[in-house]
């Protein structure tokens, strides 16, 4: 088993240090600005996609649709995550095939 996960406090508080010019005061806000800055773990789909655009840092995955409209997927581990962004990735690839 992995080390703990960041509690979402330890998270937003990591992102504040790291980017203090930035106003981070919410999870939201601390992956926009991990987004923003190159520090996400993965990243894929794309807005149109019916997967949305996504990206995984820590044990977050954001998903954004093509109205951007945000949806933060919590797990209990980083492994959870990974998993989920493998899911995520293979259905867009699906769905991104050439006809």
Known sequence: MGENPLT???????????????????LEDALE???MNGN????GGDVEAPTGHFY?????????DSAGNKDIRTFE????AEAQI?????????WNEPE
């Open 8 to 26: 979402e406090e330890e998270f937003i508080r990591t992102a504040q240090l790291d980017w203090e010019d930035t106003p981070i005061y919410s």
């Open 33 to 35: 600005a991990c987004y």
């Open 40 to 43: 996400y773990d993965d990243i």
């Open 56 to 64: 995984l840092c820590e044990r977050w995955i954001l998903v954004t």
């Open 77 to 80: 581990s980083t492994e959870e």
């Open 86 to 94: 493998i899911e995520l990735q293979q259905e867009f690839d699906l």
